[in-house]
């Protein structure tokens, strides 16, 4: 029990993390009627909070690496336990963003990087990919529980009750800290690079936020963009002023070597290959899992009509398969080595997407839709049991707090692309189909065939086929062309989301490029792994 205590714990704080922002999203209705405010005003909120994290990953490992791994770790879990609690006792907007989008992302931002190092810490070999595998899995219960964990609570308590149970998970871990073996630290103290972190921070930032933003501001042209530069939204503005402070970055960290001081993190980290082929598949894992999670909830609730809870019921099939796959990860990776096994994940989430092409209907088909969540959850599961162990053994232990921070900062680019480019592909293909489906419905007057198009080229969003029954009502639409009308917007809703995976299961193709510096078998001469790759100079 000794042996494996570390990881229970470990993967109670993975859980924890993970759980949080599915539950905030379930919860908006309640959070907008509790504090009297807009829905737009907790979607910024929760943006927030996906902002925080991502810029702050990178200094995140970097802390652990000066502070100590486990300490760090601790910090990092009393910071996310107190903004647990403000969130709990919040009061307003406020204390709200706060609590929640501040304390909880700043805590989150030092536990996750940590985490990762003191599971490379604590385990070696066979008993290190299964470590990583069941964190995987976790990640992937984590996701698709939280929808069931808030809609109850927000259904039949409160959203708040959620946030204490969050304060008591952290006091529990909190008190076990102990049962984890700290990764010590190796040669002289470093100090933290302050300008790297703030130009880190920076650029970052404005790239996710951009895309997070990019829905509503518009990709191109603009919708809801605050200001239009030269007759554009501002989305592709921000992400180059993001990509120029980037560049800043490293050229910042050069600087820092040149002059043998301590960068952020070292640039040559980079240049092992199976690290840098590790932080792109976890950046296109999470790139397809987050479109697929954006895509799924619209079919279900809105088109089908289910609610929160029965939501997170029906995409259980995914986190179960993905946490049994994710446990196989020793045998797997003995048998055909990390790269197969990647490979064979991303061939499954092609069979799921294309299996799911044939279940989005306008009547939900059970068993086939469950079959396809399931081979879903398998294949993510497949690469969940292999990246993390291949990006921790790819360094030596001075290097694993810095490739935590890198970890999950690819992690969280990949979720705001990942709902951002999905969430634009269905929206986009939506107007697109319902605009064609009208214009060729005889039933439809050529009148209000203009009206739909001229209002549709203004932007809109993915609704339920009752509003748009509504609106055609109140302006006194008769009901043969209103009916005519909803019946060509509800196959355009399943044409947008089969779009959507479609797209998915291109992207999944794709990324097996990413796969081809990852190790082999164990005994292969090329791109074995082993304790770690010293970093090169």
Known sequence: MRKWGALVVLSLAQFLMV???AVMNVS?????????????????VITLYALVMATLMITGGRIGDILGRRRTFAIGLVIYGAGSALTAASWNVASLLVGWSVLEGIGAALVLPALVALIAANYEGRDRVAAFGVIGGVSGVGIAVGPIV???????????????????????????????????????????????????????GLIVFALLQASSWGWIRPKQSPIEPFGFALTPFVVL???????????????????????LFRLRLLKIPPLRSGL????SQNLILLGIFFALPLYLQIVL????????????PISIAMFVTSASGPVLTGRFGARRVVQAGFVLLVVAAVAMLGTIEPELDGAPFSIALAILGVGMGLIASQLGNVVQSSVTDDGRGEAGGLQYTAQQIGSAVGTAFIGAVVISALLGAFV????SNEQVSAEL??????????????????????????AGVDDAETNAVVDEYREAQLEALKTGLLVVGFLAVLSLWFTVDLPGREGDDENELTAGVPVPA
């Open 28 to 44: 908006i209705s309640q959070l907008v009627d509790d504090f009297d405010t807009t829905v737009t005003t907790i979607q910024a």
């Open 280 to 283: 792109n598949c976890f950046l």
């Open 241 to 263: 002023a993001g990509v120029l402070v980037l560049a800043a970055f490293v050229g910042w960290l050069r600087r820092r070597e040149r002059l043998g001081l301590d960068p």
């Open 449 to 474: 065939s203009g009206a739909i198009e001229v209002s549709v080229a203004a932007g809109g969003n993915f609704v339920a086929a009752d509003e748009v029954e509504a609106v055609l009502v109140d």
């Open 305 to 316: 009509g289910f609610d929160a809870l029965e939501t997170g019921i029906q995409m259980l």
């Open 19 to 21: 759980l949080d922002q």
């Open 436 to 439: 064609d489906n009208v214009s």
């Open 150 to 204: 808030g809609g109850f609570f927000t259904a039949n308590l409160s959203w708040r009750w959620v946030f204490v149970g969050e304060v008591i998970i952290a006091l529990v871990i909190i008190a076990s800290v102990k049962l984890i073996g700290d990764a010590p630290l190796q040669g002289r103290r470093s100090r933290l690079d302050i300008v790297g972190s703030v130009l880190s921070a920076s650029g970052l």
